[in-house]
């Protein structure tokens, strides 16, 4: 059983920059891939990003050199780096870990454990 907490989010003017940061307890860290997935009002869940075990990171085309994923195993924490907001991000995001570590996998279905969500929002 693996807990997270997501931290970070807020408000943003467009163009600004956040760092969300979401925390693990629970459960050995190191094997789970680690996900961002973000729910904008009306749409359905979209992934975002992941990040595996040893730290290979996974991009959605939608974020590709906007956003940055990275993982501190000794802090139990995944960070995810985003860069050039645009009001089109806003979005509640959420983190979520996925067993299989030898999966790398954007598609919410894969994950077991999440978040309880954090808001982002910004503004034009």
């Known amino acids: 059983q693996l807990q997270l907490v997501e931290s970070g989010g807020g408000s943003v003017q467009s163009g600004g920059s956040l760092r969300l940061s979401c925390v693990a307890s629970g459960s050995t860290f190191d094997w789970y891939t680690i996900g961002w997935f973000r729910q904008a009002p009306g749409k359905e869940r979209e992934g975002v990003s992941c990040i595996s075990g040893s730290g290979v990171p996974t991009y959605a085309d939608s974020v590709k050199g906007q956003f940055s994923i990275s993982r501190d195993n000794a802090k139990t924490t995944v960070y995810l780096e985003m860069n050039r907001l645009e009001p089109e991000d806003t979005a509640v995001y959420y983190c979520?870990?996925?067993?299989?570590?030898?999966?790398?996998?954007?598609?919410?279905?894969?994950?077991?454990?999440w978040g309880q969500g954090i808001q982002v929002t910004v503004s034009s």
């Open positions: 979520a870990a996925d067993r299989n570590f030898l999966r790398w996998s954007i598609e919410s279905a894969d994950y077991e454990y």
